[in-house]
């Protein structure tokens, strides 16, 4: 079965600093792989996404996305955080079986950017 | 930028009352999910929806649970009977293809609160 681990609850990073915030996945084949990211009372807003071609994908707002094939890992970053980024932020993979887009999703993981 | 609507933002039910969900996806997108969101716990997949009918449902969704595309706008989520457990956050989604790369857009969601 496909599953999605974000393995830290929160990450917590000094404005101006990198921040990363962690992702793997299970699946089965290739994966398409997704970061969203909801700020309080929104909804998940699209940030990036993985495909295929180059392992790094940028996204909005400065973000971007390592693909790691070995590591099963979708680690995103962002060289310099700012305060505003503070959100929770979610993985998620499609299936790569099926027509349907059904997204699976990580836990989530709480970015706190302090100034 | 066009957004996905939901109303209402929050509903508060009797336990066992129906309740409705709605959602008004962008104009231009042929699929539509339903998701939701328990406290503190990941966005689960409920359904996804093409061409006026389901096409992929997860066992959450069970027989208690129906959508709808009453005319060319609106998508619905109709719960029957409402049980304590169905107290969640649910989101609808659209997409503009099946295409598994596509991103899907989320509205605000509804909170659900069910007495």
């Known amino acids: 079965a496909q599953s999605v681990a974000q393995p830290e609850d929160q990450v917590n990073v000094a404005e101006g600093n990198p921040l990363t915030v962690k992702c793997t996945y299970s699946v089965s084949g290739n994966p398409y792989l997704f970061w969203y990211v909801q700020y309080p009372n929104r909804g998940l807003q699209f940030l990036l996404k993985y495909i295929t071609g180059d392992n790094l994908v940028k996204g909005s707002y400065g973000f971007e996305a390592e693909f790691n094939k070995s590591q099963t890992s979708f680690h995103l970053k962002k060289p310099s955080a700012l305060v505003s980024d503070s959100a929770l932020y979610f993985c998620a993979v499609t299936r790569t079986s099926g027509n349907t887009g059904k997204l699976i999703f990580g836990q989530g993981t709480t970015l706190q950017v302090k100034p | 930028e066009p957004e996905v609507t939901q109303t209402p933002s929050h509903q508060v039910t009797q336990m066992g009352q129906e309740v409705i969900l709605r959602c008004v996806p962008i104009s231009n997108h042929l699929y539509f999910y339903w998701y939701r969101q328990i406290l503190g716990q990941k966005v689960e997949f409920l359904v996804s929806f093409y061409n006026n009918e389901i096409s992929e449902k997860s066992e959450i969704f069970d027989d208690q649970f129906s959508v709808e595309r009453p005319d060319g706008s609106n998508f619905t989520l109709k719960i029957r009977s409402t049980k304590l457990e169905d107290s969640a956050m649910y989101f609808c989604?659209?997409?503009?293809?099946?295409?598994?790369?596509?991103?899907?857009?989320f509205g605000d969601g509804t909170r659900l609160s069910i007495l």
């Open positions: 989604a659209s997409s503009e293809g099946s295409d598994r790369g596509q991103p899907q857009h």
